[in-house]
């Protein structure tokens, strides 16, 4: 089975500017989430969707969505980008239950690094 | 709250040495989930283990062996006979309330030749 891919890898954007990044989840798999990593917060949840409908939500300004399509793939946005957006943005998937994302194993993809000058 | 600890910011050992990452987390749920993660320089998040809360066993997968401790509330990760190959940054992981992953600080591991 193909493993959990994101496009692009690498992205430069300048301040103000708007970026959206792809992720398609492993074959069967109907949850995706997103994650911010950077040196000084460390990894930290943005948000997951489950059937097309933003399930979770972590601790970030508005400027962050995202949302899911029907064959589970998903994108997230940026708008207005500011310098401390600079990271890598993982997104991972899992199966999708109706038990919650909570007992489920997340499975991750390569990242996008993402640096704003 | 939920957190996770791992109060080792970077262990260096020779090749063949025995290593143990630390990880001690905290949480009110009586159900949870512990997860061990392992991020080469590439990038990618690689899945090593997960453990609920009820499952007190320790567990070893070759070389790679966990011990949970819910007394202590630990999770500790050993490599036994260590290889250059296993240089990286190790991540533990709590599954939060809402699902999502809480992740340690992580823990970078350099194994020299």
């Known amino acids: 089975k193909a493993g959990v891919t994101q496009t692009p890898r690498y992205l430069i954007k300048t301040r103000g500017q708007q970026v959206t990044l792809s992720c398609s989840p492993i074959s069967g798999h109907r949850s995706v989430s997103w994650y911010q990593q950077t040196p000084g917060q460390g990894l930290q949840f943005l948000f997951e969707y489950f059937s097309e409908t933003q399930r979770n939500k972590g601790n970030f300004p508005g400027r962050f969505s995202g949302r899911q399509f029907s064959n589970s793939r998903s994108e997230m946005n940026v708008s207005t980008l500011e310098l401390g957006d600079s990271a890598l943005y993982l997104c991972?998937?899992?199966?999708?239950?109706?038990?919650?994302?909570?007992?489920?194993?997340?499975?991750f993809g390569p990242g996008t690094r993402l640096l704003v000058l | 709250a939920q957190k996770v600890t791992q109060a080792q910011t970077e262990i260096s050992v020779v090749e063949k040495e025995d290593v143990t990452l630390d990880c001690v987390y905290e949480?009110?749920?009586?159900?949870?989930?512990l997860f061990w993660y392992k991020q080469p320089p590439s990038g990618e998040l690689v899945f090593l283990i997960r453990r609920n809360s009820f499952d007190e066993q320790n567990e070893i997968s070759g070389r790679y062996s966990w011990n949970f401790q819910k007394s202590t509330s630990s999770f500790n990760f050993t490599i036994t006979a260590s290889q250059v190959v296993d240089s990286a940054v190790y991540f533990c992981a709590l599954s939060g309330s809402q699902g999502n992953l809480i992740f340690g600080k992580g823990t970078k591991l350099s194994v020299k030749p």
């Open positions: 949480t009110r749920d009586t159900t949870y989930y």
């Open positions: 991972a998937s899992s199966l999708g239950t109706s038990g919650g994302l909570f007992q489920e194993t997340q499975y």
